[in-house]
């Protein structure tokens, strides 16, 4: 597609349920990534993606998060038993996966703003 | 591990005053550089950047130098204007690696 898309963009849900945030990159781009921005909060990187595996995970603040990518191309954030602290904007974003002449470049989706009551 | 410090918020200006938000970073070797903006209730966009030693990036009237022998990427703009009132994010990046970003200084332009 022409951006970064994600899916849903609200998304209100009970304490204690499952989430999955959907993430649609740029056609073409290998490197796949995932932040999260609490309120009043800077970026906080989740994990990221070359292809379909996983090079680093290192930002999955718990094992009640996880994400797959499948097909090189579309990628799920699963968050399970959510929790209030969990409420936050979850930001995609993708890019070649390789140097271009200006460099690397990175194409953020609007978000997922997640609210968990 | 990388890491960048952004000088804290919230900035306050009028009008056409000049704008300076400082960047300094934490790398091995030499990252690439980034400003991102995020307007009131939009997503994150690319502002500029600069990928080696002494380039200059610029968009909007917005200017940062990449300074290695200061480790630093201050953002400025000669006369800011109400529509610059944003969230303004330093990072950077090494590689097809994951940008690492400062934690923001949110600018609101009086007019």
């Known amino acids: 597609g022409a951006g970064v898309s994600q899916s849903p963009s609200n998304k209100v849900t009970e304490k204690g349920k499952d989430v999955e945030l959907r993430c649609d990159p740029i056609?073409?781009?290998?490197?796949l990534y995932w932040y999260r921005q609490s309120l009043g909060q800077g970026l906080e990187f989740l994990i990221y993606?070359?292809?379909?595996?996983?090079?680093?995970k290192s930002g999955l603040p718990s094992d009640r998060f996880s994400a797959e990518r499948t097909g090189g191309s579309v990628s799920t954030l699963t968050i399970q038993r959510t929790q209030q602290e969990d409420s936050a904007v979850y930001l995609c974003a993708s890019s070649p996966g390789f140097a271009t002449r200006g460099g690397y470049g990175y194409t953020f989706g609007s978000g997922t703003r997640l609210t968990v009551v | 591990g990388n890491s960048v410090t952004q000088m804290e918020g919230p900035v306050t200006l009028s009008e056409e005053a000049f704008l300076t938000i400082n960047c300094t970073y934490t790398a091995t070797g030499y990252p690439s550089l980034f400003w991102y903006v995020q307007y009131p209730g939009e997503g994150l966009q690319l502002l500029l950047k600069?990928?080696?030693?002494?380039d200059k990036g610029s968009n909007k009237g917005f200017e940062a130098t990449y300074r290695k022998e200061t480790t630093s990427f201050h953002l400025e703009k000669g006369s800011v204007q109400v529509s610059d009132s944003a969230v303004y994010f330093c990072a950077l990046s090494q590689g097809a690696q994951k940008l690492v970003f400062g934690q923001g200084t949110r600018l609101t332009i009086n007019p």
């Open positions: 600069a990928t080696k030693a002494d």
């Open positions: 056609s073409g781009h290998t490197a």
């Open positions: 993606f070359q292809g379909n595996s996983a090079p680093d």
